[in-house]
């Protein structure tokens, strides 16, 4: 497809679980997001890596949130011992280029709820 | 820091009325501005940016909004509303600067459309 994608769309987790979110921006798209909406909030943001690099992680919650980009296309953010705060939608966004004026595109997020 | 408020989370109107949804920001620097939409069960799409140049942006299906240096304001509006607007809808921010990758986002607006 022409977009974003993401899986799993809908991910239930028992308290302690490790998940792992996946992300496979446009093709071509250099510059990848992922983004934090808490219910009834707006998105957040997470990290943003340009190719492998990960140039920015300074709003993961903490150090149980990993996000990777090894071959600068397909991302995983990762959470480990989750816990009920980690509930929300975790979206993904990638852009052409990096840069003020460049337009992100988001995925349809995967929805985590942790029980 | 930036920072974005959207002073109304739900609107309700009827169909064919006209709308306005509110967005105020805050920033230091110079901004681009945006306005996302997010249809049920869909990811964020752009509806309109604001970058330079003219002060009035509009969208190919019918909303404007303009962009206020003095007031701080980016508000949406549309002259005659369809069920199919029927969503949610972010303001976000970019701002200049180290960061200027980053999107901040207000809250978000709930707009139904009722017929």
């Known amino acids: 497809g022409a977009g974003v994608s993401q899986s799993p769309r809908y991910k239930v987790a028992k308290r302690g679980q490790d998940v792992a979110l996946r992300c496979d921006p446009i093709s071509g798209h250099v510059s990848l997001f992922w983004y934090q909406q808490a219910l009834g909030q707006g998105p957040e943001f997470l990290t943003y890596f340009q190719n492998e690099a990960q140039l920015d992680k300074s709003g993961l919650p903490s150090d149980r949130f990993f996000a990777e980009r090894p071959e600068g296309s397909v991302s995983t953010l990762k959470i480990q011992r989750t816990q009920q705060e980690d509930s929300a939608v975790y979206l993904c966004?990638?852009?052409?280029?990096?840069?003020?004026?460049?337009?992100?595109?988001f995925g349809p997020g995967t929805r985590l709820t942790v029980l | 820091a930036q920072s974005v408020t959207q002073l109304d989370s739900q609107v309700p109107v009827f169909e064919e009325a006209p709308v306005e949804l509110r967005c105020n920001y805050s920033?230091?620097?110079?901004?681009?501005l945006f306005w996302y939409v997010q249809y049920p069960n869909q990811g964020l799409q752009l509806l309109l940016k604001?970058?330079?140049?003219?002060?009035l942006v509009e969208s190919i299906n019918g909303f404007e909004a303009e962009f206020n240096k003095s007031q701080t304001s980016f508000h949406l509006r549309k002259p005659s509303v369809h069920i199919s607007d029927t969503a949610e809808y972010f303001c976000a921010v970019k701002a200049g600067g180290g960061s200027n990758y980053k999107l901040t986002f207000g809250k978000g607006t709930l707009l139904t459309v009722n017929p």
């Open positions: 966004a990638s852009s052409l280029v990096q840069g003020q004026r460049d337009t992100q595109y």
């Open positions: 920033s230091s620097v110079s901004v681009y």
């Open positions: 604001y970058l330079s140049g003219s002060t």
